[in-house]
């Protein structure tokens, strides 16, 4: 029994010694709590509630100005799933900018909504040739990235609930 005794005595000492000396150590002193406004309690207070939403990541850093593309560039662009391809004019502003299909007889309005470090992506509004009104063109979304002279062209929008994408690369036309 006596062993017994010292056994838990030393198993007491080994548990204690640390909290101990915890409590020995400096700590800063507790800052005030700020004021609170009582409250009832709610009728809901009893419930648990529910586990909290995860939190998005903060957005990363980006970059608002995005390449220079601001200009006039033009080219030949392909429509996946036809073989002919059409030019594009593209006139670019800080703000947004014009489109121009020549062989379609359409024209657009581009409104500027976004950049990342290397893209730019534009709303375009079909002015002249809308496809509801007679014409061939449908509204939709521009996105480009610039490589030196060229710059990469991404067109997508829907036709009669089909998804359609359009790609090019254009080059700079000179200022006249």
């Known amino acids: ?49 529910p586990p909290a939403e995860p939190r998005a990541p903060p957005p990363a850093a980006r970059s608002a ?6 200009g006039t ?17 593209l006139t670019l502003t800080a703000a947004g900018g014009e489109t121009n299909y020549p062989e379609v007889n359409c024209t657009g309005k581009l409104t500027r909504i976004g950049a990342s470090r ?17 014409g061939r063109c449908p509204d939709g979304t521009i996105t480009v990235g610039r490589a030196g002279d060229r710059l990469a062209w991404v067109w997508f929008g829907t036709v009669d609930d089909e998804l359609v994408v359009a790609y090019g690369t254009l080059t700079r036309t000179p200022a006249r």
Do not use: C, N
């Open 1 to 49: 029994m006596h062993a017994l005794r010292t056994w838990a005595a030393a198993l007491l000492a080994a548990v204690a010694a640390p909290i101990l000396s915890a409590g020995a150590q400096p700590f800063p002193p507790a800052q005030p709590l700020p004021p609170t406004t009582a409250r009832p309690p709610s009728p809901d207070a009893a419930r648990p509630s």
């Open 65 to 70: 100005a995005g390449p220079a593309v601001a």
């Open 73 to 89: 560039w033009s080219g030949s662009v392909t429509q996946v799933g036809s073989q002919s391809k059409y030019s594009v004019v």
């Open 118 to 134: 290397s893209y730019v992506f534009y709303v375009e509004v079909i002015t002249q040739g809308h496809r509801d009104k007679g």
